[in-house]
T-cell receptor, first 116, second 113 residues
Framework: EPEVTQTPSHQVTQMGQEVILRCVPISNHLYFYWYRQILGQKVEFLVSFYNNEISEKSEIFDDQFSVERPDGSNFTLKIRSTKLEDSAMYFC??????????????FGQGTRLTVV | KQEVTQIPAALSVPEGENLVLNCSFTDSAIYNLQWFRQDPGKGLTSLLLIQSSQREQTSGRLNASLDKSSGRSTLYIAASQPGDSATYLCAVPSSGNTGKLIFGQGTTLQVKP
C-alpha cells in the first residue's frame, strides 16, 4: 500500500542551526502539507503546497520556514535558524484531491525534532 | 473559524466493551470528516473518511457516523481489544480551498486486558 515516507525519524539540533526535514509523498498525489504537534498539544497546520507553490500558510510559518519540492518525488521543510520552541513532531501529508469526493489525507510517521 | 473538540480526553475500559468517542465541530459546512489513530510517539494512521453525503462509514470493528447539522461525529469501536489502545483524532477540512485539516485534541483510549 502506498505510504508517505519521512526522514529522519528523529533529529537533534542546536539552537540557531538549520534543519531540513524530508518527505516523499504518495506518487500520484497533488496536494502536500506540513503539520506539527508539540508534545501534548493538537496537531496544527503549517503550510499547504500545490502546483509548485504555497497555497496557504499559518501564522506559525514565518520567514524562518520554507518548503520546496526539488524534484518529482521529494517535499522538504526547512527551518533556517531553529529555536527551542520549534521542538515538536513534524508530519508530512499528501492527498490526491481536495474538496468534494474521496479526499483522504495520508500522513507520514513524523520527524521528531529536538532543539537543544 | 472552525474549531474541533473531542470528548472525553481520556477513556479507560475493560477488554470486550463497546465504546463511543465523540467529535464536535463548529462550522457545519464541511465536505468530509476523517478519523485517525495515533500510537505514542508515532504518526497518524487514517481509519475512516466519512463524506458529508454519508451518515455512516464502517471499517471492521469501527463505525463512524456524521451529523453535519448538529456538528457532531462519533466513532464507535465494537468489542474493544488491548491493541486498540491509542489516541484517536478527528479532523475536518477548513473552509478554505486548500484541503488543510483542523484537528481535535484527541481521545486517549486504554483498553485493559
Amino acid at each position: 500500500e502506498p505510504e508517505v515516507t519521512q526522514t529522519p525519524s528523529h533529529q537533534v539540533t542546536q539552537m540557531g542551526q538549520e534543519v531540513i526535514l524530508r518527505c516523499v509523498p504518495i506518487s500520484n498525489h497533488l496536494y502536500f502539507y506540513w503539520y506539527r504537534q508539540i508534545l501534548g498539544q493538537k496537531v496544527e497546520f503549517l503550510v499547504s503546497f500545490y502546483n509548485n507553490e504555497i497555497s496557504e500558510k499559518s501564522e506559525i510559518f514565518d520567514d524562518q520556514f520554507s518548503v520546496e519540492r526539488p524534484d518529482g518525488s521529494n517535499f522538504t521543510l526547512k527551518i533556517r535558524s531553529t529555536k527551542l520552541e520549534d521542538s515538536a513532531m513534524y508530519f508530512c501529508a499528501s492527498r490526491k484531491y481536495r474538496g468534494e469526493g474521496n479526499t483522504e489525507a495520508f500522513f507520514g510517521q513524523g520527524t521528531r525534532l529536538t532543539v537543544v | 473559524k472552525q474549531e474541533v473538540t473531542q470528548i472525553p480526553a481520556a477513556l479507560s475500559v475493560p477488554e470486550g466493551e463497546n465504546l463511543v468517542l465523540n467529535c464536535s465541530f463548529t462550522d457545519s459546512a464541511i465536505y468530509n470528516l476523517q478519523w485517525f489513530r495515533q500510537d505514542p510517539g508515532k504518526g497518524l494512521t487514517s481509519l475512516l473518511l466519512i463524506q458529508s453525503s454519508q451518515r455512516e462509514q464502517t471499517s471492521g470493528r469501527l463505525n463512524a457516523s456524521l451529523d453535519k447539522s448538529s456538528g457532531r461525529s462519533t466513532l464507535y469501536i465494537a468489542a474493544s481489544q488491548p491493541g486498540d489502545s491509542a489516541t484517536y483524532l478527528c479532523a475536518v477540512p477548513s473552509s478554505g480551498n486548500t484541503g488543510k485539516l483542523i484537528f481535535g485534541q484527541g481521545t486517549t483510549l486504554q483498553v485493559k486486558p
